[in-house]
């Protein structure tokens, strides 16, 4: 039985005292790591979140013990607090809204205090996300040391003393500056931390589908510093911090428990991206390419010559569009010269990078002689989150309209049908040839047509729509058919 979860989540984005300049997506934070919650089962009734104004000092003293005496024995105590921490005369506190920078200590809340408050409840689990800002306590953006203290946390260990049932993610340590990204409209930790607590981020999964504090730390300590690496310049680091027991566990999440065999947890592009393929065409004429010269006689058929005059032809294009994706990436993603590998050869052109690969192609047209198709790929995906960045939705959606799945063996297409076959609001979309070596099957809600060959599967939109769509929309599509208990034969989808 799960226990029942309360969440007090606060964030400190602006300050009465315009000495502090904002703690840049503290509220954002806040308010997408409580819905993160709700979305795994948390009641709304159980959480209160306090931003900016209504966060003073006055109103944590009221509102904490108000808090805590709804939970009981059985139940988890989560607390949530993003903005301005520091370490004085050896005590940890954190900022109000109303904390004053000349008198910082007597006008933030002791950690000590808010620890004690939460060691007299009676709750069987107490789960503390910290983002303190540590070194830039007083800073703009996070950046910026102004008070020479650092948020050190001693109290939090005590309060921990390798406990089985307190746990303490901080979001660095006690020397380093917890960052914001532009590109998530997140603080970074904070960000991570969503995508696990919704099991988007399937690094944070651990055996049985659970994610447990040892997952989600082991997570945090990899993913935190590369975001990090390509969004901030320089020799920054920020490292995660957990506070608990080194031996033992509590789960967090239990995907098995909550969702159905088969279904994903993975915002948008649930699916199982990381063994997918994205991909689209640009389609034009031959005659319109750089590299065209009027052949001898005009192009009619498809034999060896006419593929090669197609693709000598259009070897600018493809240089063309593989930079153009490369200066992307790069001012985008941030990524520095290391990070990317390009290679561009006659037709084609591959671009590597840390999260997933492109290839370029340009090949004459199957259906038309005279038109070519210049084809964008992403696959190899090593960081399945970045299919939520905007800045990828932002440079892809106008090159790929499809997710190409490669399937672990050949499907038996033949049972698939029958079992398609056997749910009648399915089987009135579902066409295949008499020897059933193909079928495609449209599902009206949500929008995806599923072609299906003996050893791939093709997600498309059935109307116009950007890829953010396509990759939600087949999300749905794999919610819809796990429901009718309809294994597709991917590696992600099986039991």
Request: with cysteine; proline share 4%.
């Amino acid at each position: 039985m799960r226990p029942r979860t309360y969440i007090l989540a606060v964030a400190i984005e602006d300050y009465q005292d315009t000495f502090f300049q904002s703690v840049v997506y503290a509220e954002q934070d806040a308010h997408d790591f409580v819905g993160a919650w709700q979305t795994m089962g948390v009641e709304p009734a159980d959480c209160v979140i306090l931003l900016s104004d209504f966060a003073t000092l006055a109103e944590l003293r009221l509102t904490l013990p108000k808090f805590l005496s709804k939970v009981g024995p059985d139940d988890r105590l989560v607390l949530f607090y993003a903005g301005l921490g520091a370490s004085i005369h050896g005590a940890s506190v954190v900022s109000a809204c109303d904390t004053q920078v000349d008198d910082f200590e007597r006008s933030s809340l002791p950690l000590a205090e808010i620890l004690s408050k939460i060691g007299q409840a009676k709750c069987s689990q107490v789960l503390l996300f910290l983002d303190v800002c540590h070194g830039s306590s007083t800073s703009a953006s996070r950046g910026t040391p102004v008070l020479e203290t650092e948020f050190a946390g001693d109290e939090l260990r005590a309060f921990c003393k390798e406990s089985a049932s307190r746990f303490a993610f901080v979001s660095c340590k006690s020397n380093e500056i917890s960052f914001p990204s532009r590109s998530l409209n997140h603080g970074i930790w904070t960000h991570c931390l969503i995508q696990a607590i919704k099991g988007v981020a399937k690094e944070s999964i651990g055996i049985d589908r659970r994610i447990t504090t040892t997952s989600l730390q082991k997570y945090l300590l990899g993913e935190v510093p590369r975001i990090l690496r390509v969004t901030v310049a320089g020799a920054v680091k920020q490292t995660p911090v957990l506070f608990g027991s080194k031996t033992k566990e509590l789960v967090l999440v239990d995907l098995a428990e909550l969702l159905p065999k088969g279904e994903l947890a993975v915002e948008g592009a649930t699916s199982p991206i990381k063994d997918s393929c994205l991909t689209g065409e640009i389609r034009g004429r031959v005659r319109e390419l750089r590299g065209y010269t009027k052949p001898k006689t005009p192009l009619a058929t498809h034999n060896d010559w006419e593929r090669d005059f197609v693709e000598k032809s259009g070897s600018g294009e493809v240089t063309a569009h593989a930079t153009e994706i490369f200066e992307q990436l790069r001012e985008s993603f941030r990524y520095k010269r290391k990070d990317l590998s390009f290679t561009n050869i006659a037709s084609t052109a591959s671009i590597k990078g840390p999260d997933f690969d492109v290839n370029i192609s340009l090949t004459q047209d199957p259906e038309d002689a005279e038109k070519y198709l210049l084809s964008t790929e992403v696959r190899s995906f090593r960081n399945s989150s970045v299919i939520d960045d905007p800045n990828f939705l932002a440079i892809f959606t106008k090159y790929c309209k499809r997710i190409v799945f490669e399937l672990d063996a050949n499907l038996d297409l033949e049972s698939k049908i029958d079992d398609i076959e056997e749910i009648d609001a399915l089987a009135e979309h579902l066409d295949y040839d008499p020897e059933c070596t193909e079928f495609t099957l449209r599902l009206p809600e949500p929008g995806i047509v599923i072609y299906a060959t003996g050893d791939r599967m093709v997600f498309s939109l059935d109307s116009q729509g950007d890829l953010k769509m396509l990759l939600g929309n087949t999300q749905k599509a794999f919610a819809q058919l796990a429901g009718n208990s309809i294994n597709l034969g991917l590696r992600s989808s099986k039991p």
